[in-house]
């Protein structure tokens, strides 16, 4: 058992190169002010660039690298031109005619507009429709008989969620697009040093929704979560109350290690969300399509403390459970099971088979899908889950 009033040399050194990272982070103004956690913010941000008469004085360019990332998704044929839109925001899209209700309503965060073409732009989170009607939003686009295109514009790109006629659309990351942007601004000097405003405000965009450590950098948080796990103090997210056990690791390994501690633990409940998502919408029917006997009738998270971090394919009262584990409950299992992994691969999902009657699990494997992948979005097509089920299941 963890002493949560000590921690050892090995868990200081383990930690050391993340929190050496995150330390030498510098003033970013939207983190000082939390702009960009509601989307509405970050639409505003994105029209700015994307208008050609914009305050940033980049002229059209935004615009074209960005319609080259549509158009690099789309058949040729389809493709539209790179610039000459006039942009606007909150367009309702036709079928909302009179007083829409602002929470249900199909309103798109941007839309580009010429005689000949349109670009409609849905901003969230995650490559999400998240109720809303694509048809209504292409509708919008074609209006006049007008060539017209999709864009869900995101943080992270799910494939798994996209359906309803979202997968229809074209997804693009705010990293891909400030990334490209990023590069034309860093060979331009004659723009950065006639406008210095401008120029620092889009470092500070890039470092946030690009390099930040806390909105878009998963690999240190990722690295952190693994050296929790491999040092032995991965018990520490099972612990209550957590803001408690929070405070006293902070004490002991300051308080960059406090934040680090909440943002694996906020990583953990991101990847048990997204492999829960997976395992509902694909995985449970790639597994069905195959097993001879026992499917999975139901895809449950219903435990805490040391075995939150764990999804379970439910198979009926004949078949044994199969879950899908990782982070501190694979470390759990690890110790427990009696055919232990030589290196287990903490930054990694588990699969293990539980040993029925006595409780507990009888083999704990690697899948190879690695925590960092479950994040992005899993394709559909990705067997890797499906086929280390089936393998366990076969024995």
Same mark, same amino acid.
């Given at each position: ?26 003033? /970013? ?6 702009? #960009?956690?509601? =989307?509405?913010?970050?639409? /505003? ?20 690298? &960005? ?12 493709? +539209?031109?790179? %610039? ?14 009179? /007083? ?13 507009? @010429? ?57 693009? %990351?705010?990293?891909? &697009? ?23 405000? !889009?470092?500070?965009?890039? =470092?946030?929704?690009?390099? #930040? ?10 690295? &952190? ?23 006293? &690791? ?32 694909? !995985?449970?029917?790639?597994? /069905? ?15 805490? #403390? ?18 899908? =584990?990782?982070?501190? %409950? ?27 009657? =006595? ?16 994040? @992005? #979005? ?6 890797? +889950? ?10």
């Amino acid at each position: 058992m963890v002493d949560v009033h000590v921690v050892s040399p090995e868990v200081v050194t383990a930690l050391v190169p993340s929190l050496s990272r995150s330390l030498a982070e510098q003033f /970013n103004v939207f983190r000082v002010m939390h702009h #960009g956690t509601h =989307e509405k913010q970050l639409s /505003n941000v994105f029209a700015w660039l994307l208008n050609t008469g914009g305050t940033h004085e980049l002229g059209e360019t935004p615009q074209r690298l &960005f319609l080259d990332l549509v158009n690099r998704a789309l058949p040729e044929k389809a493709r +539209l031109a790179s %610039t000459g839109y006039v942009v606007a925001q909150e367009v309702v899209a036709p079928g909302h005619e009179g /007083n829409p209700d602002p929470e249900s309503a199909d309103i798109s965060d941007i839309v580009l507009s @010429s005689p000949d073409a349109a670009v409609v732009v849905e901003n969230f989170g995650t490559s999400d429709g998240h109720g809303h009607d694509y048809r209504r939003y292409l509708a919008l686009g074609t209006a006049g008989g007008r060539d017209a295109v999709v864009v869900l514009l995101c943080e992270r790109h799910a494939p798994h969620l996209l359906r309803d006629g979202w997968e229809n659309a074209v997804v693009v %990351t705010y990293a891909e &697009f400030l990334t490209v942007l990023r590069a034309h601004v860093a060979g331009e000097q004659k723009w950065r040093r006639l406008h210095s405003d401008q120029h620092v405000f !889009l470092r500070q965009l890039f =470092e946030h929704f690009v390099k #930040g450590p806390a909105a878009m950098n998963t690999d240190d948080t990722l690295a &952190f979560l693994t050296a929790m796990c491999e040092t032995g103090e991965s018990a520490r997210y099972g612990r209550r109350p957590r803001d408690r056990v929070t405070e006293e &690791f902070g004490e002991l390994i300051a308080a960059q290690a406090r934040r680090q501690l909440e943002e694996s633990r906020a990583l953990l409940a991101s990847v048990k969300r997204a492999l829960r998502d997976f395992a509902k919408s694909t !995985l449970m029917y790639q597994v /069905n399509e195959m097993v001879p006997a026992g499917p999975v009738e139901k895809v449950v998270t219903r435990f805490v #403390g040391q075995w939150e971090w764990c999804v379970e394919l439910q198979r009926g009262e004949a078949h044994r459970t199969v879950f899908l =584990e990782f982070g501190p %409950t694979a470390v759990v299992q690890q110790e427990r099971t009696p055919h232990k992994l030589e290196n287990p691969e903490y930054s990694q999902v588990f699969v293990a088979l539980e040993s029925a009657p =006595e409780g507990g699990v009888s083999r704990l494997v690697h899948t190879g899908v690695r925590l960092d992948e479950v994040l @992005s #979005g899993l394709h559909t097509d990705d067997l890797r +889950l499906r086929d280390a089920v089936l393998a366990i299941i076969d024995g």
